[in-house]
C-alpha cells in the first residue's frame, strides 16, 4: 500500500452558543426531489439537526476527512462540512473535531487502508469511491440493522428508505452477506465520474474540426496536436493526479479482457452480474484466467506504451506547480467530475473549455463508464470504525451520519452541487437548457450514458483498490520508460497480480479459497 501521511492535528469544530428548542424531525420523502434543470433547483434551508430521540447527546466525536472541507465553498465537499456544522450546532453538548487526511489520493487511500487495519482511525471515516480495500466486516460497523429501522431525522418507514433509488448510494458497499459497511450522500442523475476535457482554441489552432469520435481519429487528433507544437494529452504517471493512469489501464482493459471477464464473473462463490469483486478477481488469478501473458494484458501495455507518445512532457515525473490546462498548455486533460467547480471558477481560465469522454477502442463500439453504472451514486461516503464502538461513541457517530443521509440533509446536499440533481434520463440539452456552456462543459460526463454502461471491474485499481494501482503504475512506468522490455514487463505485472491475489486471499479466509 501507498504510504499512509500523516493527518494534522484535529480541529474543533466552533461551539454553538445556543442550542435550538428541539423540533420535530422534518417530513421527508422517499426520494430525493429532482429537478430537470439547475436554474429551476430551489435553494432549502440548513435542516435542523435535533431529533427528539436523541435530544441530549454528549461527548467528544472526531470525523477523519477526506482533506480540508472547509478550504474551498466551492468544492462539493464543503456543502457536507455545512451539514455537519449544523449539526454540531445544534448538539452543544457534542464537541465535533475534524481531522483532514493529506497527501495525494493513493496516500489517502493507503492511509484508510493501513490505519483501519492498525485500529488507529478516528469516529467517523469520510472519503470518496470506496474500493474493497476499505471494506472489512471485522473492522467496520455494519449498517444494516440500524437501515431496517427509522431514522430520527426522517418520517419513512425505514433508514434505508431514505436513499433514493432504491438505496443505490448502498450497492457498492454492502458485503455479500448483506452487510452495510458505508453509508452516504447520494447523486441522483445520469452523470458520471470522469470525463476529458478539451481546450477548444488549441484544437482550433491544429485544425481539428471536431471532438474524436473513434480511437483513430482520437490519434489523428494528438498526432495534429503535437505537429503544431502542442503537448495533446496530460497523463500523469507521478504524483497527486498519478490516479489517471488506473482510469485508462481499467477502461482500456475491459475493452481488451472480455474473455477473462466473462471467465471470471460468478466465480468464487459470488453472483454472476456484470461486475468483478475482489474474491472474483482474486479466482481469476488463481485459476489463471486473468494472466499477464494474455493476449489482452499484452495488448493493453501495448496500446499504453503506443498513447505514451502523445501525453505531456515530463510524464514519467511528478508534474511541475501549477495546472497546464488552465495554463493554456495541454489540449486534452481527463478530470474527476468533483474537481470540476474549482476549474469553472478559475479566473485565470480565458479559453472556450468543453469535456467529452474517450471514444471506443473498436470501431462501431462503446466505450465503458468508470465508476456508476446506475443513475444514481454514491458521493461522499462515510463509515464508522468498530474502535468507535469500543470507545462508547455509537450514539454520536450513528446520528450524525444519520442526520447527514437524512431527505432534508440529502436535498440540500443536491441543490448546491455545481450540476443539481436531476431526474434520471434527462438529457444534457434539457439538463442545462439555453446554458450552452454548461452543456459543452458536462456533456462529456452524460455522453456516453453511465446506466448500464459501467466498466466490469477486472483491474487493480476497482478490484485491489487504488493505492494497490500504484504499484501497477510503476510497472507500467518502467516499461514506457525503456527499462524493461514488454516481456519482462508482463513477468513483474504476473508477480503483481499475484501478489495481490495472496494478500487479499489471506485477509479473507472466509472466502475458503483452499477449496477453489
Known amino acids: 500500500a501507498a504510504k499512509a501521511t500523516e493527518a494534522p492535528k484535529a480541529t474543533e469544530a466552533p461551539k454553538a452558543t445556543e442550542a435550538p428548542k428541539a423540533t420535530e424531525a422534518p417530513k421527508a420523502a422517499a426520494t430525493v426531489a429532482a429537478t430537470t434543470a439547475p436554474a429551476a433547483a430551489a435553494k432549502p434551508a440548513l435542516p435542523v439537526a435535533t431529533a427528539a430521540s436523541r435530544a441530549n447527546l454528549s461527548g467528544d466525536l472526531t470525523v477523519q476527512t477526506w482533506r480540508d472541507l472547509s478550504a474551498d465553498p466551492k468544492h462539493p465537499s464543503y456543502v457536507l462540512y455545512q451539514l455537519m456544522e449544523q449539526w454540531a450546532k445544534n448538539h452543544p453538548n457534542v464537541k465535533l473535531k475534524y481531522q483532514p487526511m493529506l497527501g495525494n489520493v493513493t496516500d489517502i487511500f493507503g492511509f484508510i487502508g493501513t490505519n483501519l487495519r492498525s485500529k488507529t482511525l478516528n469516529d467517523v471515516v469520510m472519503m470518496y469511491f470506496p474500493s474493497a480495500a476499505q471494506l472489512d466486516s471485522d473492522l467496520q460497523y ?89 503537448q495533446p494529452f496530460y497523463h500523469p504517471t507521478a504524483g497527486n493526479e498519478a490516479y489517471v493512469v488506473g482510469w485508462h489501464m481499467a477502461i482500456l482493459g475491459d475493452q481488451l479482457l472480455g474473455d477473462s471477464i466473462k471467465a471470471c464473473d460468478g466465480q468464487g462463490g459470488d453472483k454472476q452480474d456484470g461486475r468483478i469483486t475482489q474474491r472474483e478477481a482474486s479466482w481469476c488469478i488463481k485459476k489463471g484466467q486473468w494472466k499477464a501473458d494474455s493476449a489482452g494484458v499484452r495488448a493493453l501495455f501495448e496500446e499504453m506504451k503506443k498513447w505514451s507518445q502523445y501525453w505531456h512532457e515530463g510524464y514519467l515525473a511528478p508534474p511541475q506547480p501549477g495546472n497546464l490546462f488552465i495554463q493554456g498548455k495541454v489540449a486534452f486533460y481527463p478530470i474527476v467530475r468533483l474537481n470540476m467547480p474549482v476549474l469553472e471558477g478559475d479566473p485565470n481560465v480565458k479559453f472556450k473549455w468543453g469535456s467529452f469522454y474517450l471514444p471506443p477502442l473498436k470501431d462501431g463500439g462503446k466505450t465503458p463508464r468508470l465508476g456508476t453504472g446506475t443513475a444514481g451514486q454514491g458521493s461522499q461516503y462515510l463509515f464508522i470504525p468498530k474502535t468507535t464502538v469500543e470507545r462508547g461513541k455509537l450514539d454520536l457517530a450513528l446520528d450524525l451520519v444519520q442526520y447527514l443521509t ?111
Open 142 to 230: 455494519d449498517f444494516a440493522a440500524d437501515l431496517a429501522k427509522p431514522n430520527p431525522y426522517s418520517t419513512n418507514p425505514t433508514w434505508k428508505a431514505d436513499f433514493p433509488l432504491n438505496g443505490a448510494a448502498l450497492s457498492d458497499v454492502t458485503m455479500p452477506d448483506g452487510k452495510v459497511l458505508m453509508v452516504g450522500t447520494t447523486y441522483v442523475g445520469d452523470l458520471s465520474d470522469t470525463a476529458v476535457l478539451y481546450n477548444q482554441d488549441l484544437l482550433d489552432k491544429a485544425g481539428i474540426k471536431q471532438l474524436p469520435k473513434t480511437w483513430a481519429e482520437f490519434y489523428d487528433a494528438q498526432a495534429k496536436l503535437k505537429a503544431a507544437g502542442i
Open 406 to 516: 437524512s431527505p432534508k440533509a440529502e436535498e440540500y446536499w443536491c441543490s448546491l452541487q455545481s450540476v443539481p440533481c436531476f431526474t434520471p434520463g434527462t438529457s444534457a440539452e434539457k439538463l442545462f437548457g439555453d446554458n450552452q456552456t454548461q452543456l459543452e462543459r458536462y456533456r462529456g460526463f452524460m455522453e456516453p450514458p453511465t446506466v448500464g454502461n459501467r466498466i466490469s471491474g477486472l483491474d487493480v485499481n476497482d478490484a485491489f483498490g487504488p493505492a494497490m494501482s500504484a504499484q501497477e503504475t510503476k510497472v507500467l512506468q518502467d516499461y514506457l520508460a525503456g527499462t524493461t522490455n514488454l516481456d519482462q514487463t508482463l513477468v513483474a505485472y504476473q508477480k503483481l497480480l499475484d501478489q495481490l491475489a495472496e494478500n487479499a486471499v489471506r485477509q479473507h479466509p472466509e472466502w475458503g479459497a483452499e477449496k477453489w
